[in-house]
């Protein structure tokens, strides 16, 4: 039998959010947290943005949501961070509002357990999100950049 083809997966691209107040979503994430437009289109609830968060992956925003966010199969956008800390007080002067303070915690993972600081906030737009530091998930991104993906 012949072995399926399959295209290499190399990681995110965007994460896709609809708000409701698409001007103050998108001041929130260029002005706030620092991420820069990659590109535009449309007018009206027929905008969409997507903004890069500098290193190629992206959160796109799509104006005409409801005024009542839902928390669907994804539950937060994790963004990864080298301060927990100043990144939730920077997303909260922004806009957001912290509904879980930063913390240590640690996670039982199999290979041993795993030292990370979170935090999370509710932003302008609805979308909850994680603020994650953790130096050893850093180093390991580093040690096989990136490419430890898709059981390759």
Known sequence: MAQEKRGRLKGFHHVAIRVKDFDVTVRFYKEGLG????????????????????NGDCIEVFAGGSATPVEGN????????DDC???L??????G???TIPA?????????????????????PGGETIEFFESDATEAKAARTG???RNGD
């Open 35 to 54: 991420l820069k437009e990659r590109m535009a289109w449309g007018e009206g609830a027929g905008r969409g943005m997507m903004l890069d968060l500098g």
């Open 103 to 123: 913390k240590s915690v640690e996670i039982p993972a199999k290979s041993g357990p795993v030292a990370v600081r979170i935090g999370f906030c509710r932003a």
């Open 96 to 98: 957001a509002t912290i």
């Open 85 to 87: 800390e100043a990144a």
């Open 89 to 94: 007080h920077c997303a909260e002067r922004n």
């Open 146 to 148: 990136g490419e430890e």
């Open 74 to 81: 994804i539950a937060h956008i994790a963004l990864r961070t």
